[in-house]
């Protein structure tokens, strides 16, 4: 592992882990800021919700939506900071295993005397510091604007359900990375994982309307991430635990892929 | 040092490197000793960089070996990368980086200071180091490269098309650059397809195309075994028939008092002979390696 490596990774990507944490970020204040309004009109809220199918509530995950728990589960919880942290490992990790080859630096990288697993480990070192520092900025952020809206929440709630959306950025980084190591491309690395990011949580949102999913559920990792929805019950140690492992799958993978390739110039 | 050292500081032995139908690299056998400086010739496409990228631990041989150093490249040896300096073919550098942060990077990447190599290399090269890389010229970027290749004083040097887009004032000075690492003993591998760099900067020489060694010879030894072309002016009328049955002439051409010969190897009895017919000048042409170079890509494509 090398410092220098990982402070220039650190360097050339900080706008876009700015960029994915601002999101998160912006997306937790405007919810925060809107909650008062919904829990006013809770009586209302819960009469309209009532009259859709149940389907429908449970794809939209909105059967407890007026308590504090139910909103923030829904509005933050179900997709949006699990986005920011798939895009986050998704984009980090096509980077780190195929960039120097996009850019045409890998003669430059390569010919120093560091290993090539080495080059990617310092990368991922990057990664996963961007992703545990947008972890904690946003438990932060919510703790510190629901105690300004009265939103009663559980701190280690909180955390777990954190924890479990950066587990989900964990798993989709070390996807993204072993295809990168594998294919050299960025391009197809990013598509790749991005695009079953996006087929996981479908999976995860459907389920509750198409019975066939049911079957494929339990190898869903929105659903190792979620399912057990940890805003309420607390930390899903079995879900965080598959979601590691497949991301440690990753990782090995595109470790052993990046020193056995011929790399493009 | 240790076990590693071997007598030559590159070596290559049947060196292939075959991607799918292509044979980019076929059965390359070569060395390059300390102090040396072999240049590595061949048109655009002919296997030189493919056989760089090899060494460097970028592409793996599909058969046969290379070592440097000792060690064997495949293996890309964090030990062996530490001693080789690398000028790639097609630079990119980083571009969100000045030249000098650039240069404190691939530094600290090498575990090395080396601060006083990069100012005196670019004061000599007349680079700014203060500038963005994405603002150099392709001239400047050259030399940032050169520098990244030389700051750490290496004991092998693998240069591909090192001068390619310095003026001839800073040719210059990467020539005493280079002879410098030369007289520090490095074995330096330098690829072009300009002749003339090659001719001047390489103690030997060897010519590839389509991945094949077509030949490696001294520079001395190269022209003697290569046409020249005299021209000789007489006193008097000398007939062309004179010189015809002497060793090494191959045409002799002319009348009244001026003589055109093509002539290989040591012309000392010709000279002699131009003395006694009484010659007043003589001019010579040599061979560039352009032609030699031609000639041999030619015969090699022919067969």
Redesign the interface.
């Known amino acids: 592992m090398?410092w220098?490596?990982i402070l220039?990774t650190l360097?050339?990507r900080w706008r876009n882990a700015a960029g994915w944490a601002g999101i998160g970020g912006l997306m937790a204040v405007i919810q925060l800021y809107i909650y008062p309004s919904i829990k006013e009109s809770s009586d209302a809220m819960d009469k309209f919700i009532d009259v859709f199918p149940k389907e429908l509530i449970a794809m939209f995950r909105i059967e407890d939506y007026t308590s504090s728990v139910g909103f923030l589960g829904t509005e933050l919880f179900s997709m949006m900071i699990p986005m920011v942290f798939i895009a986050l490992g998704a984009s980090w990790g096509a980077s780190a295993a195929a960039e120097e080859e996009d850019?045409?630096?890998?003669?430059?990288?390569?010919?120093?005397?560091?290993?090539?697993h080495q080059v990617l480990i310092s990368k991922m070192m990057a990664t996963w510091l961007v992703m545990v520092a947008t972890g904690i900025f946003l438990v932060l952020e919510i703790t510190i604007g629901s105690t300004v809206v009265d939103l009663n929440l559980e701190g280690v709630d909180l955390i777990a359900a954190t924890a479990g959306c950066l587990s989900l950025g964990v798993f989709f980084h070390g996807l993204s990375l072993a295809i990168g190591s594998l294919t050299g491309h960025r391009g197809i690395a990013i598509g790749a994982s991005i695009g079953l990011g996006l087929l996981s949580f479908l999976i995860f949102a459907l389920a509750p309307l198409v019975d066939t999913f049911d079957a494929i559920l339990p190898f869903n990792p929105f659903e190792w991430a979620l399912g057990n929805n940890p805003l309420k019950e607390g930390v899903d140690w079995p879900g965080l635990g598959w979601l590691g492992l497949g991301g440690l799958i990753g990782y090995a993978i595109a470790l052993v892929a990046i020193d056995r390739r011929?790399?493009d110039? | 040092m240790g076990t590693h050292e071997a007598a030559e500081s590159v070596q290559l032995e049947n060196l292939t490197k075959v991607f799918g139908k292509l044979t980019a690299v076929d059965n390359l056998t070569l060395n390059v000793a300390p102090g040396e400086v072999l240049g590595f010739l061949g048109p655009n496409g002919a296997g030189k960089t493919t056989v760089m990228r090899m060494l460097i631990g970028l592409l793996k041989p599909t058969s046969g070996e290379a070592s440097i150093l000792g060690f064997d490249v495949q293996k890309r040896d964090p030990k062996m990368l530490a001693r080789i300096g690398y000028l790639p073919g097609t630079l990119r550098l980083y571009e969100n980086l000045t030249s000098q942060e650039f240069l404190q990077f691939m530094a600290k990447m090498r575990k090395r200071n080396c601060d006083a190599q990069v100012a005196n290399l670019a004061e000599r090269l007349q680079l700014d180091l203060r500038r963005h890389i994405h603002d150099l010229s392709k001239g400047n970027l050259q030399k940032v490269g050169v520098i990244a290749a030389f700051m750490h004083e290496p004991d092998v040097l693998i240069l591909d098309e090192p001068t390619s887009g310095l003026d001839p004032l800073m040719q210059r000075e990467f020539e005493g650059m280079l002879d410098e690492a030369k007289a520090r003993g490095a074995a330096t591998l330098l690829s072009s397809h300009v002749m003339s760099e090659a001719e001047t900067l390489g103690t030997r020489i060897a010519i590839i195309n389509r991945g094949k060694l077509l030949m490696l010879d001294d520079m001395a030894e190269l022209k003697l075994k290569t046409l020249k072309r005299l021209e000789f002016t007489f006193g008097s009328e000398v007939g062309p028939e004179q010189f015809r049955p002497l060793d090494g002439v191959r045409t002799a051409e002319g009348s009244g008092n001026r003589l055109r010969l093509e002539v290989i190897g040591a012309e000392t009895e010709l000279l002699r002979k131009a003395a006694e017919l009484g010659a007043i000048s003589v001019r010579s042409e040599e061979p560039g390696l352009d032609e030699i170079f031609l000639n041999l890509i030619a015969n090699g494509d022919s067969k």
């Open positions: 090398s220098a490596l220039k360097r050339d850019r045409g630096t890998s003669e430059i990288i390569y010919a120093l005397p560091i290993r090539r011929d790399l110039a």
